[in-house]
């Protein structure tokens, strides 16, 4: 059975950009000299095209972060730590060029390819994949390295990490999404179970993690919570980060934005392929062009 291949694009993205090829790196500031953004858009596209080859697919979905998140209006503090960790870092990397160039990426793919590049006002790549997966029938690849995914697994849904080049999984998803949700994420700004949401940030938060939650279930998890009054805070956690908890009204959004999309000419592969110039996809372009037409 063909499969609907969802890629978290932003992740893909990243990683592309510090491939020591594509990214030139002074030896003694550490910084970054300069980018090769030509290299860099055969790393996306040879990952993106690879994936034909390796699994039968019948969509092909690039999700991508919008530059705001409905997680911002519900969390204020959300992902606070990482916007402060890049202002910081704001001169050690062209964020402006980078971002110029990913736009300009992903309008390239959706004018002259039969992949589903979706970018939804108030919408994460997590939304996207986390919400396509769970409402369609089809069987389900997500390609990221991102353990949030893990949340998903099962025999319909698989994730596959790039990194690691392999699929990976949970014994218990459920389980994993309970202590991803009592633990909190340092990289999101979601504290844990115990710190207060208007605990001060010069402060240290109180500690629960994986021993803590292990813990916690020998007593089981809805009797610690009520016992410890942290039921309400639980549930404040669980709609930050459970993909099934994203608000309805961007459910359907999204649902529609996929089931809509309006595929590009096929007539328009060839133009971007010779426009840059790989020889490689130049040569074998026959092949490439097979592979796409089975995505119409």
Same mark, same amino acid.
């Given at each position: 059975?063909?499969?609907?291949?969802?890629?978290?694009?932003?992740?893909?993205?990243?990683?592309?950009?510090?491939?020591?090829?594509?990214?030139?790196?002074?030896?003694?500031?550490?910084?970054?000299?300069?980018?090769?953004?030509?290299?860099?858009?055969?790393?996306?596209?040879?990952?993106?095209?690879?994936?034909?080859?390796?699994?039968?697919?019948?969509?092909?979905?690039?999700?991508?972060?919008?530059?705001?998140?409905?997680?911002?209006?519900?969390?204020?503090?959300?992902?606070?730590?990482?916007?402060?960790?890049?202002?910081?870092?704001?001169?050690?990397?062209?964020?402006?060029?980078?971002?110029?160039?990913?736009?300009?990426?992903?309008?390239?793919?959706?004018?002259?390819?039969?992949?589903?590049?979706?970018?939804?006002?108030?919408? +994460?790549?997590?939304?996207?994949?986390?919400?396509?997966?769970?409402?369609?029938?089809?069987?389900?690849?997500?390609?990221?390295?991102?353990?949030?995914?893990?949340?998903?697994?099962?025999?319909?849904?698989?994730?596959?990490?790039?990194?690691?080049?392999?699929?990976?999984?949970?014994?218990?998803?459920?389980?994993?999404?309970?202590?991803?949700?009592?633990?909190?994420?340092?990289?999101?700004?979601?504290?844990?179970?115990?710190?207060?949401?208007?605990?001060?940030?010069?402060?240290?938060?109180?500690?629960?993690?994986?021993?803590?939650?292990?813990?916690?279930?020998?007593?089981?998890?809805?009797?610690?919570?009520?016992?410890?009054?942290?039921? +309400?805070?639980?549930?404040?956690?669980?709609?930050?980060?459970?993909?099934?908890?994203?608000?309805?009204?961007?459910?359907?959004?999204?649902?529609? +934005?996929?089931?809509?999309?309006?595929?590009?000419?096929?007539?328009?592969?060839?133009?971007?392929?010779?426009?840059?110039?790989?020889?490689?996809?130049?040569?074998?372009?026959?092949?490439?062009?097979?592979?796409?037409?089975?995505?119409?």
């Amino acid at each position: 059975m063909k499969k609907v291949m969802l890629f978290d694009t932003n992740n893909l993205a990243m990683r592309a950009v510090h491939i020591n090829d594509v990214k030139n790196v002074n030896k003694d500031t550490k910084k970054v000299q300069s980018i090769d953004w030509n290299y860099w858009r055969l790393v996306m596209f040879s990952n993106i095209y690879g994936c034909l080859f390796k699994v039968p697919i019948h969509t092909l979905v690039l999700a991508v972060d919008s530059k705001d998140s409905w997680r911002y209006k519900a969390w204020p503090g959300y992902k606070e730590d990482r916007k402060k960790k890049n202002a910081d870092n704001k001169d050690d990397f062209p964020w402006e060029e980078y971002f110029a160039e990913y736009d300009k990426f992903l309008l390239e793919i959706r004018s002259h390819f039969p992949i589903k590049v979706l970018q939804i006002g108030g919408c +994460e790549a997590d939304d996207i994949i986390g919400v396509i997966a769970n409402n369609v029938s089809d069987n389900v690849e997500v390609v990221s390295t991102d353990k949030d995914f893990l949340q998903l697994s099962c025999d319909r849904i698989k994730i596959y990490n790039p990194l690691k080049k392999q699929h990976v999984s949970h014994p218990n998803p459920a389980m994993f999404l309970a202590e991803q949700i009592m633990c909190g994420q340092a990289k999101d700004s979601i504290y844990n179970i115990k710190t207060p949401l208007d605990h001060p940030k010069d402060q240290r938060k109180p500690g629960f993690g994986p021993k803590a939650f292990e813990k916690v279930l020998e007593s089981g998890i809805g009797k610690w919570l009520t016992d410890n009054n942290l039921l +309400e805070r639980y549930k404040f956690n669980k709609m930050l980060m459970d993909f099934s908890c994203i608000p309805t009204d961007i459910q359907t959004t999204i649902m529609e +934005e996929y089931n809509n999309y309006q595929y590009p000419s096929p007539d328009n592969m060839w133009s971007y392929i010779e426009s840059q110039g790989w020889p490689e996809m130049i040569n074998n372009f026959t092949q490439l062009e097979n592979a796409f037409l089975q995505l119409y």
